[in-house]
């Protein structure tokens, strides 16, 4: 056999190993895009459920639906306006294997940094109510994300908004600015002779020193306190110096 055909024959059956190697490596692919991807779900058996929403902006087609946090299918399809003009209509497919009550609460819900949002199913727990079935059409709610929540506050920060300005344009005028500044460096003044005061009473000085140290005067002040409970300021007599002054009479005579 010339060498010319004998190599002939091995590029050819090198190129056929390759062929089936680079076919069976596509075959793979496949069968893992149908099992994990979402061409499978094509296959798979499911039923469409048609949710109305005040607002579903944000929503788009093939985001993740899920029953309490677990996967059970994806948005069906865009949101198109309802007839009346009362909001959209979202069709989810679910899954054969989600059993979803007619009294479970249908939400959207953002998640993740980026903001992505999907369909949050909410069952009632206890409910005896039937499943829903294929083609049914729910009520769904109100989107309760940090959005909604910014945009409901936003008429209550416009009233701050007002108020604050009324207030400093009104309130904090220059004049008032000054009067308090006045204020308050009279009140460091009043403190700092509080301070002194107080100083100064802890070491016996002056008239608060005078009657914290001295016991001669605490006792002159603790007379003069059980005479005014006793006769009154009307009636009042200084019994204890009237007391004194006889005791000292008779120690005279």
Do not use: H
Request: charged share 25%; aromatic share 4%; no cysteine.
């Amino acid at each position: 056999m010339p060498a010319t055909a004998v190599t002939l024959r091995r590029d050819t059956n090198l190129e056929t190993k390759v062929g089936l190697f680079v076919l069976i490596g596509l075959a793979i692919i496949a069968t893992l895009m149908i099992i994990f991807g979402r061409v499978g779900e094509k296959w798979t058996s499911s039923y469409v459920v048609t949710v109305d929403f005040p607002n579903a902006s944000g929503l788009i087609k093939g985001a993740n639906v899920n029953l309490a946090g677990a996967p059970v299918g994806r948005v069906n399809s865009s949101p198109t306006p309802l007839p009346d003009g009362s909001g959209v209509a979202v069709k989810l497919r679910l899954s054969s294997e989600a059993k979803v009550r007619t009294d479970a609460r249908f939400r959207i819900a953002e998640v993740g940094l980026m903001g992505d949002r999907n369909v949050a199913i909410e069952p009632v727990l206890n409910s005896d109510q039937p499943f829903l079935a294929d083609g049914a059409v729910v009520q769904g709610n109100d989107a309760s994300d940090l959005s909604n929540l910014a945009t409901a506050a936003q008429p209550i920060l416009e009233q701050v908004k007002q108020i604050t300005d009324k207030f400093n344009k009104e309130v904090l005028t220059p004049e008032t600015a000054a009067d308090l500044r006045a204020s308050i460096k009279e009140f460091r003044s009043v403190m700092e002779r509080t301070d002194a005061l107080l100083a100064e009473a802890q070491t016996g000085k002056g008239t608060l020193g005078l009657l914290l140290k001295d016991p001669k005067t605490a006792n002159d002040l603790t007379a003069f306190i059980s005479n005014l409970r006793k006769k009154g300021i009307l009636f009042y007599s200084d019994v204890s110096g009237k007391d004194d002054d006889g005791q000292r009479n008779k120690a005279a005579r």
